[in-house]
T-cell receptor
Framework: SQTIHQWPATLVQPVGSPLSLECTVE??????LYWYRQAAGRGLQLLFY??????ISSEVPQNLSASRPQDRQFILSSKKLLLSDSGFYLC????????????FGEGSRLTVL | SQQGEEDPQALSIQEGENATMNCSYK?????LQWYRQNSGRGLVHLIL?????REKHSGRLRVTLDTSKKSSSLLITASRAADTASYFC???????????FGKGTLLTVNP
């Protein structure tokens, strides 16, 4: 069966520090991969998606970047965090060629102080 | 931008009652999906309804889709305290690669 792992679960970082959130998927090949952010009381905002290794599409201009060094690995990064980067970050995957049902990780709570 | 918008934003009911949540969207879609999120957790896919379907059932869940009104509803029958969660509708935003979510309905089921 397919599983998705996301870490760390909780992170408290000072403004200006770097960020690295990691996500890996097991039990499937060539998944589409996604990073969403959820601000308090709001819906999910799609940040990045990837349809293959090294292929990253950015949905919103921001202080973040994403990379996909391996087929089932997706990394969200920042060189210098801003207060506005605080939020709940969710990694997700979907299978190629299907109707787009997403399978989410458990999320990473980032607080920038 | 938000494609789907859920209504109401919050709903509080007693155990055993039915809960109905609505979703409106703006552009043509080929499917609409509902997800559930327990507090502080990831989202879980509940059900998908295609544009050529009008109603779909899964256990205690019933989803309807009216493409002429660009709206969908999620009905949870005989609710339980464990149904307490936020519920989101999601639609493909331009392609099946990208799902766009609404802000969700927070459902509280009181025991």
């Amino acid at each position: 069966s397919q599983t998705i792992h996301q870490w760390p679960a909780t992170l408290v970082q000072p403004v200006g520090s770097p960020l690295s959130l990691e996500c890996t998927v097991e039990g499937t090949s060539n998944p589409n991969l996604y990073w969403y952010r959820q601000a308090a009381g709001r819906g999910l905002q799609l940040l990045f998606y990837s349809v293959g290794i090294g292929q990253i599409s950015s949905e919103v201009p921001q202080n973040l970047s994403a990379s996909r060094p391996q087929d089932r690995q997706f990394i969200l990064s920042s060189k210098k965090l801003l207060l506005s980067d605080s939020g709940f970050y969710l990694c997700a995957w979907s299978a190629r060629g299907n109707t787009g049902e997403l399978f989410f990780g458990e999320g990473s709570r980032l607080t920038v102080l | 931008s938000q494609q789907g918008e859920e209504d109401p934003q919050a709903l509080s009911i007693q155990e055993g009652e039915n809960a109905t949540m609505n979703c409106s969207y703006k552009t043509s879609i080929n499917n609409l999906q509902w997800y559930r999120q327990n507090s502080g957790r990831g989202l879980v896919h509940l059900i998908l309804i295609r544009s050529n379907e009008r109603e779909k059932h899964s256990g205690r869940l019933r989803v309807t889709l009216d493409t002429s009104k660009k709206s969908s509803s999620l009905l949870i029958t005989a609710s339980r305290a464990a149904d307490t969660a936020s519920y989101f509708c999601a639609t493909p935003g331009g392609s099946n690669y990208k799902l766009t979510f609404g802000k969700g309905t927070l459902l509280t089921v009181n025991p």
